[in-house]
Each structure stands twice: as C-alpha cells, then as structure tokens.
C-alpha cells in the first residue's frame, strides 16, 4: 500500500456541503465512511484539527484515503461515540488510550468515570504510588530475571515485600541472613494504604505481564531458626522464557 506525503484539500463547497462531505479514512489498514462533520464534532480535539481549515494534512493512500496510523481496531468506538454518543463497553482500556490520542475530551472523562478506568486510576494507581519506588523495582526485578537467563528455562527473582515498619523490622534479621543473595533481592514498601502483600503481589505480576512476560510467584520458605515465617514477607517471582 503506498502512501502519498501530499496533503489533500477539500473540494470547493459551501459550508453546509463540507460539513456534509463524506470522507474515507483508512485507520491502521482498516477501512472507514464517515462525514466530515462527524470528524470534526468536538473543535478542540486533534481529530478535528486534523480536518481543519478545508485542508487536511494526513497523507493518504494509493487510492485516495486520509491516511490515520494508528490501531483500526479501536477507532470503530471513537468514531461510534462521535455518531451517537454512545460510550463503548467493550476494549475500553485500549478505547481509552486512543481517545487520550485524538484527544477527545468528553469520551475522555466519561471513559475516566467506567468502572475499569476508574478502579485502575483511583484505586490501582494510586494505592501504587504509595509503594516506595514501584515502578523502579519492576524494571529492576526484569533486569535481574533477564541477566540471569542465559542457556535457563526459568529466571528466579526473591522478592521482599513489607507493609509496615513493623513488619520491616521484624524480617531485617532474615534478609541480613541472605548474603549471598542480597542483591538480587528486591523490596517493595512499606507502605501507607489499606490494600494487602497479596494485593501488591497481585499487582506486580499484573504489571509484568502487562510488558510481555510470563511469570508466576509463590511464598519463599527458609530454613528453620528464624523467629516468624518467613514465607510472610519473602517471594520468588519465576520468569519463564520457553
């Protein structure tokens, strides 16, 4: 499919007929019909820049199409909602990622007010940003589990997680026992918010998964001595390449 880098101007109408003029657009390879006051119904969103002015600067395709790079999967919603309004329920995750693209204000807070947006941005998101350096030890605990993979089915990653000083204090003698293992250890919290260890480990697997990988956990169990389970606070999160 070849692509032409010239930008394509509108035909020569009044303004009624333009608003009406049917438009092709060719979104990630898939196909769409639509009228250019569909595209252009919220003024201050980047769909509608798009489409400013009587002149578009998308390229298009070999046959003529406004050319959009981005998934054709999800703008089928987009282009639903800019119809009739309606609010998708199906992919509103991924829904919610390219009306964050066009910029499409309202769809973007009503999406914000869904129960799967909203229970990731005010309850999943911000319960995380209360875990000291989150997303540094996720990358963290990727970059050992890589390192350690060579001619390996299975990388291994120890995992301290801690909810409260207490608890910090309680597991300091274990984990001063792990020498050896120190530094691939990597420590979560503690942390100030009502959710569980379970559901921070919930969390780390989910947000790993999310970046490709396939990875289990289950509780760390050492040897007798210690003054409380250590199964409490200790993981081991299991990467596995083939």
């Known amino acids: 499919m070849s692509i032409s880098s010239e930008p394509k101007s509108f035909p020569k109408q009044n303004v009624n007929s333009l608003q009406t003029q049917i438009v092709d657009l060719n979104v990630g390879g ?26 578009s600067k998308l390229r298009t395709d070999s046959k003529g199409r406004y050319f959009i790079d981005r998934p054709g999967t999800y703008f089928k919603y987009i282009l639903e909602y800019l119809r009739s309004n309606q609010v998708p329920n199906q992919c509103v995750q991924e829904v919610y990622k390219e009306a964050l693209f066009y910029d499409i204000e309202p769809l973007i807070k009503q999406l914000e007010d869904s129960p799967p947006i909203f229970g990731e941005l005010v309850a999943r998101k911000q319960f995380l940003a209360r875990v000291p350096s989150y997303t540094e030890n996720i990358e963290l605990m990727i970059r050992i589990a890589r390192a350690e993979a060579v001619a390996a089915r299975q990388s ?3 995992v301290c997680a801690v909810k409260t000083e207490e608890d910090l204090a309680r597991c300091q003698d274990t984990f001063n026992s792990l020498d050896t293992y ?6 979560f919290g503690p942390w100030n918010a009502s959710p569980s260890i379970s559901d921070l480990l919930d969390c ?10 396939q990875i289990t956990f289950q ?3 050492m040897e007798k001595g210690f003054r409380f389970r250590s199964s409490d606070f200790f993981y081991k999160f299991a990467f596995t390449w083939w």
């Open 182 to 187: 120190k530094k691939s250890v990597v420590r």
């Open 30 to 55: 898939e196909i769409f019909t639509t009228t250019l006051s569909t595209l252009k119904k919220h003024p201050g969103s980047k769909l509608a820049e798009m489409f400013a002015g009587g002149q």
């Open 204 to 213: 780390i697997k989910m947000d790993i998964e999310a970046k490709g990988y």
């Open 219 to 221: 509780a760390y169990t």
């Open 156 to 158: 291994n990653v120890m």
